[in-house]
């Protein structure tokens, strides 16, 4: 059975930072591609970063230059650090996989996901 789970979310003030972290089992994470996607109320869900299972790093417009992602094979873990946190990124971050990295279009969220885990910026 697949098991995605989520921790290190929190109330944070607006321009603090969080490193959130999902640890996998049941499938080949070394070969496998990772990454979040969050969902704040009222809102559609949306895609955040990613990372490949060759350790390539990709992050939404929104969010490039601040969430450096990385992933330890070694603990099937991937980590996802989120700077400048800004009052509107207050969502339930969730982790995804497997992510369909494609060319031209935001990647497409895979099968499995996690309960998710809730940041919260304050002003």
């Known amino acids: 059975q697949v098991q995605l789970v989520e921790s290190g979310g929190g109330l944070v003030q607006a321009g603090g930072s969080l490193r959130l972290s999902c640890a996998a089992s049941g499938l080949t994470f070394s070969n496998t591609n990772m990454g979040w996607f969050r969902q704040a109320p009222g809102k559609e869900r949306e895609f955040v970063a990613a990372?490949?299972?060759?350790?390539?790093?990709f992050a939404a417009d929104s969010v490039k230059g601040r969430v450096p992602i990385s992933r330890d094979n070694a603990k099937n873990t991937v980590y996802l650090q989120i700077n400048s946190l800004k009052p509107e990124e207050t969502a339930i971050y969730y982790c995804n996989a497997p992510i369909r990295i494609l060319l031209l279009q935001a990647p497409s969220a895979g099968n499995y996901w996690g309960q998710g885990t809730q940041v919260t910026v304050s002003s």
């Open positions: 990372i490949s299972w060759v350790d390539s790093a």
